[in-house]
């Protein structure tokens, strides 16, 4: 008995380049470009999440410094001549400039010395102690008028060493001495006004020599004190909301503030800077590093030392392994099968899946390695005599949007390797003959 002869094999298409790309990045290829696939709603929102928390951040960092400032502007140069805001004093410059008075803003004593001809009055206001003794010397002499605004203590000691801090003023006060200025303004309010607290400081004077006081409280502590200094005429006024935008407006202030630094054609409003400091050698590191550097850094160490602690591992002891080390296929790919599903990727999933089914079923149906997509649906589905269409949504159309969808497309893909596998192994006969 002879057999019969050998069934034909599968007609092959004409071959082509494979459209699947080797990195199993998609299989759905075909001879045009395959439709782009947008990201959904909740994909978009997780990508956003990051940038959403950042601006949280942002707006309560905001909303914190706008609650720390009480949403007060930057206050600026205290008794600035240029300065617009409350601690400012752009009011009473603009108005002395209105008068005729040459009012000349300066930062440094040689700037001083030049703008201060003789028959001039100097304004000195230095909070921060740059100028030093000798500066007020230098700015002495040849018929010039000193007004020291809030002096200190070096400045006190150098123009007038028979004047003393007295503290912060009581109340309004009246003039009570010769003085022409402080007779035109009567009454004056030294004290602070809202919003510059900490900027300005009034204070008054303890007099003890024969320096002229005025404005003096109910305890002989004097706003305004007229004395003599290397022939000059200097006036200490402790208080600096005498000048300031804000202040300017109450009582006689503006009276005061106007007679006082009118009197001569040319003011000098001289605000000492760093550097009129005396140089006495190259600063140190310690010198040149803000004050609250240190304590930050004491701070952070602190914080990584605790992280440390809190986050920190023994290691045990090494242990000797042979190289290479083999890894288990099964682990490989369920380790994949973890980073898709975390990451929600199930597109790429399904493109791996159907490009390790497309080159199983080539193999199994004669095909070349590089034939496309639709030769191997084409060829399988005339094997099997299923539907074109429902092997090509299988193998490429198909688009799982759920976790289950990816598992009913993973059971098709299964199912369709076990029937072409039985369509082209040849089975056993009744007779003994190997049937196809």
Not at 18 to 46: H, I
Not at 206 to 222: N, Y
Not at 406 to 429: C, F, K, M, N, Q
Request: hydrophobic share 45%; with cysteine.
């Amino acid at each position: 008995m002879t057999a019969p002869p050998p069934a034909p094999a599968p007609a092959q298409a004409p071959v082509r380049k494979a459209d699947a790309p080797a990195d199993g990045s998609s299989g759905r290829g075909t001879d045009t470009n395959a439709a782009a696939l947008s990201p959904t709603v909740r994909q978009t929102a997780r990508r956003a999440v990051p940038w959403i928390v950042l601006a949280a951040i942002a707006v309560l960092i905001a909303l914190g410094g706008i609650l720390l400032t009480g949403g007060r502007v930057g206050a600026g140069t205290p008794l600035d001549a240029a300065n617009a805001a409350p601690a400012g004093a752009k009011a009473v410059a603009q108005v002395l400039r209105e008068r005729g008075v040459d009012v000349q803003s300066v930062t440094t004593l040689a700037a001083a010395q030049a703008a201060a001809a003789d028959d001039s009055t100097v304004l000195i206001f230095d909070p921060d102690g740059n100028l030093p003794a000798d500066g007020y010397r230098r700015l002495a002499g040849d018929g010039r008028t000193l007004v020291l605004v809030e002096p200190g203590f070096r400045a006190l000691q150098t123009v007038a060493p028979d004047v003393s801090a007295a503290g912060a003023p009581r109340g309004t006060v009246t003039a009570g001495c010769t003085v022409p200025a402080a007779e035109r303004a009567e009454r004056i309010d030294p004290r602070t006004t809202p919003g510059t607290e900490g900027i300005v400081l009034p204070g008054t004077f303890r007099v003890s020599g024969d320096a002229l006081a005025c404005f003096s409280d109910r305890d002989d502590h004097a706003s305004l004190v007229r004395t003599t200094f290397d022939d000059s005429t200097a006036y200490l006024l402790g208080s600096g909301s005498v000048l300031t935008n804000d202040g300017v407006d109450r009582l006689g202030n503006a009276a005061l503030a106007l007679n006082l630094l009118g009197a001569h054609r040319t003011l000098v409003w001289y605000l000492p800077s760093v550097g009129d400091r005396p140089v006495t050698g190259p600063p140190d590191i310690g010198a040149l590093t803000p004050g609250w550097v240190t304590p930050v850094m004491l701070l952070l160490l602190v914080v990584f030392v605790a992280a440390a602690i809190w986050r920190g591992r023994r290691f045990g002891p090494l242990v000797v392994e042979n190289l290479p080390v083999v890894v288990r296929a099964g682990e490989t790919r369920e380790g994949r099968a973890r980073l898709y599903q975390r990451s929600s990727a199930r597109l790429r999933a399904a493109d791996a899946l159907r490009v390790g089914t497309i080159g199983r079923l080539s193999a199994l149906v004669g095909l070349p390695t590089t034939a496309t997509t639709s030769e191997v649906a084409d060829t399988v589905a005339g094997l099997l005599r299923r539907d074109r269409a429902a092997l090509r949504d299988i193998l490429l159309d198909r688009v799982p949007q759920t976790d289950r969808d990816l598992i009913a497309l993973s059971d098709d893909l299964a199912e369709l390797e076990r029937a072409t596998a039985a369509a082209v192994t040849p089975t056993a006969g009744p007779t003994g003959r190997m049937d196809a």
